[in-house]
């Protein structure tokens, strides 16, 4: 405790110097720190490793001699913080990176995030952030790999996620080592992807990460690690999977579920929030987790939150969305619990105006997500009285949702015809381009979802309903279009769906497709 509060002292003493000298030090902080930059060489970087190499040796010695004498050991201990802080200097050279991994520094480095005196592992933490920071490894490519190479290879995660584990949010600097500590983390993955694996398998950093999302109060730290989270769970079905082993999506669910009914309080916390909804769409991948939230009752959770009509309505669409995706489970109890009534009312345009949705953007990515989920239930519900239910809801007010659904065709119909003419005209201007790089361009104009509303007119049409037909027909007509151009997207669409989870998953699905395409 005396050593941390030396160290404390030095810092406070240091800043008071600097206050009353302000005037003179500024202009000659400003000259030194560019005296160092230009000097920054080699040599320099030996003689800073050889002086911070000492003061660990001394202050090693100085504990091992003095163990119960804190007073005895305190001098090295602010030495040793000195030269920790005069390491930094390196961040400004990164190109000199490969010479600190060779002069074997990492090692000594890292261990301080054990060292007995906290304040030491957050100097480490603070001069670990500085050195990976992503502006300054910006184009340093090959210094950054050999850095975190050899920190990774030096167990610089398993040593972070252990100091992680001591630092308290109740202390300021410790509050920054954890906020820094996240940082260096994610600086890591940036330069290593598989770093995001990595730090989930060698470590209890998902465990402490879900512990943090569960606390009610938000802060800063909070809201970081809600980040993080959804950065590890992103591109990772086996950090997906491993989360959802350790109940991480009834945490994620409950994390959420404090703002059912009202809304964050700014927008660090509105960010958080959406953070927490990337980690549950990311979470809802793997087939054994879509269990999970049904089982958590995330679907019921997730029609309260838009019945609420709050900041997080859209959020809870995507999750429903997600979870319903070749999941008929997810789609029965949806339809169970009552959900085809505020669905519907969202499908037909009925959502709350705030200022965040008024933007044109955000009006689409709900009616893509909409008409996603709509196609996702009749893809889930084949049969059987919810079938009916469902079928039902485009009859009301005279097929008004028939209606809606073509106004949808038309549009996206449009965007893709003007997409495909602009295409053409590259390819006019000798810029070539294969038939793969096309068709995704068309699906980014719209085809995507297109397509999904040929293949919810082609459950309409197969039901044999006649008012639903006549309605279709007559729409079509004053359109001057026919069946055909319904059929002409499902053919491309039959075509071109990806392997999916496999061949046989591929091959039901076209087999689905081509039944559609043979009633009309």
């Not at 002292?9 to 240091?14: H, M, Q, S």
């Not at 040793?80 to 190109?95: C, Q, T």
């Not at 879900?210 to 990772?236: C, H, M, P, T, W």
């Not at 495909?420 to 070539?432: A, F, I, S, Y």
């Amino acid at each position: 405790m005396e050593v941390s509060n030396a160290l404390k002292r030095k810092r406070y003493n240091d800043d008071n110097y600097m206050e009353a000298e302000v005037d003179l030090s500024l202009l000659e902080a400003v000259e030194k720190s560019q005296n160092t930059v230009e000097l920054l060489d080699l040599r320099t970087l030996k003689k800073l490793v050889l002086s911070f190499e000492r003061r660990l040796k001394e202050n090693i010695e100085a504990r091992l001699k003095y163990p119960d004498q804190p007073e005895r050991f305190a001098d090295s201990e602010v030495e040793l913080h000195e030269e920790l802080e005069k390491l930094k200097i390196l961040a400004g050279a990164p190109e000199l990176y490969p010479e600190l991994v060779n002069l074997n520094a990492i090692p000594s480095i890292l261990n301080l995030l054990s060292h007995d005196n906290t304040d030491i592992a957050i100097d480490v933490v603070h001069l670990l952030e500085d050195l990976t920071d992503e502006d300054v490894l910006e184009d340093n490519d090959e210094p950054a790999r050999i850095l975190v190479d050899s920190l990774i290879e030096n167990n610089v995660l398993e040593l972070l996620v252990q100091n992680l584990q001591r630092l308290s949010d109740k202390d300021p600097d410790e509050m920054s080592a954890i906020y820094n500590t996240l940082a260096s983390i994610e600086n890591m993955i940036e330069v290593k992807p598989t770093v995001a694996e990595l730090v989930c398998e060698r470590t209890k950093l998902l465990r402490w990460l879900l512990g943090k999302i569960k606390v009610r109060e938000f802060d800063s730290n909070k809201q970081y690690a809600s980040e993080i989270l959804a950065i590890l769970l992103q591109n990772s079905t086996a950090n997906q999977k491993r989360l959802g082993q350790m109940n991480g999506v009834d945490v994620v669910l409950q994390a959420v579920a404090m703002y059912k009914s009202k809304d964050p309080k700014t927008s660090d916390e509105e960010e958080m929030l959406e953070n927490l909804f990337d980690c549950l769409c990311c979470l809802l991948m793997p087939l054994e987790n879509k269990e999970r939230f049904v089982k958590a009752e995330g679907v019921e959770l997730m029609i309260i939150i838009m019945k609420q009509k709050k900041s997080a309505y859209a959020s809870a669409i995507r999750a429903l969305d997600f979870s319903m995706t070749k999941y008929p489970p997810a789609c029965e109890r949806f339809v169970d619990v009552l959900g085809l009534k505020t669905a519907f009312a969202a499908f037909m345009g009925k959502i709350p105006i705030s200022k965040k949705n008024k933007k044109e953007r955000y009006q689409e990515e709900l009616e893509e997500r909409l008409v996603s989920l709509v196609a996702s239930l009749f893809g889930g519900i084949l049969r059987g009285s919810r079938r009916e239910r469902l079928l039902s809801k485009f009859v009301e007010n005279e097929c008004e949702k028939i209606d809606r659904l073509m106004e949808l065709y038309i549009r996206y119909s449009d965007r893709v015809t003007a997409e495909t003419q602009r295409l053409e005209q590259l390819e006019l201007d000798d810029l070539e381009m294969d038939e793969e790089e096309k068709y995704n361009r068309k699906l980014e104009s719209g085809l995507y979802t297109l397509q999904l509303i040929a293949v919810i007119l082609g459950h309409l049409w197969c039901s044999e309903h006649p008012q639903m037909r006549a309605r279709i027909e007559l729409l079509l007509k004053q359109q001057k279009l026919t069946k055909n151009d319904i059929k002409n997207i499902l053919q491309e669409y039959h075509d071109n769906i990806g392997d999916l989870d496999g061949a046989e998953e591929k091959e039901q699905a076209q087999t689905r497709i081509q039944k559609i395409i043979s009633s009309f």
